[in-house]
Nanobody, 121 residues
Framework: QVQLVESGGGLVQPGGSLRLSCGAS????????MGWYRQAPGKQREVVAT???????NYADSVKGRFTISRDNPKNAVYLQMNSLKPEDTAVYYC???????????????WGQGTQVTVSS
C-alpha cells in the first residue's frame, strides 16, 4: 500500500508565499517523476510543475519564475515553493507520483488527497 500525504496549504494574501510538502510512504521500490497539479472550481485539473528522479523540472507557463519544485529522494518527498502568489493561483493542489511498489511489475500513478490554497486579501 502506497500513500501520498500533502501539507502546507492555507490562506495567503496576494504577493505572499506558501510551501507545499508531499511525502510518499508504504511499500515503495522506486519513485520516478513527481509533480504538483491543481484544480480550481469549475476548471479541469492542470499540471503545475514536475520533477524527474534526476532533478529535471518542468513548469506551467503561468507559474514560471514564481514557483519552484524540488524533491528529496531519500525521503520520498516533493516540495513546491510558491512565491508572488496571485488570486488566480487559488485551487486545490494535488501531489502526484509515478511509483514502482515492492513486487509491482508496472509503474503506478498515485495522487494525494489535495490541499487547499487560497490567495485573497
Amino acid at each position: 500500500q502506497v500513500q501520498l500525504v500533502e501539507s502546507g496549504g492555507g490562506l495567503v494574501q496576494p504577493g505572499g508565499s506558501l510551501r507545499l510538502s508531499c511525502g510518499a510512504s508504504g511499500s515503495i521500490f522506486i519513485i520516478n517523476t513527481m509533480g504538483w497539479y491543481r484544480q480550481a472550481p469549475g476548471k479541469q485539473r492542470e499540471v503545475v510543475a514536475t520533477v524527474t528522479r534526476g532533478g529535471i523540472t518542468n513548469y506551467a507557463d503561468s507559474v514560471k519564475g514564481r514557483f519552484t519544485i524540488s524533491r528529496d529522494n531519500p525521503k520520498n518527498a516533493v516540495y513546491l515553493q510558491m512565491n508572488s502568489l496571485k488570486p488566480e493561483d487559488t485551487a486545490v493542489y494535488y501531489c502526484n507520483a509515478e511509483i514502482y511498489g515492492l513486487g509491482d511489475t508496472n509503474i503506478r500513478n498515485y495522487w494525494g488527497q489535495g490541499t487547499q490554497v487560497t490567495v485573497s486579501s
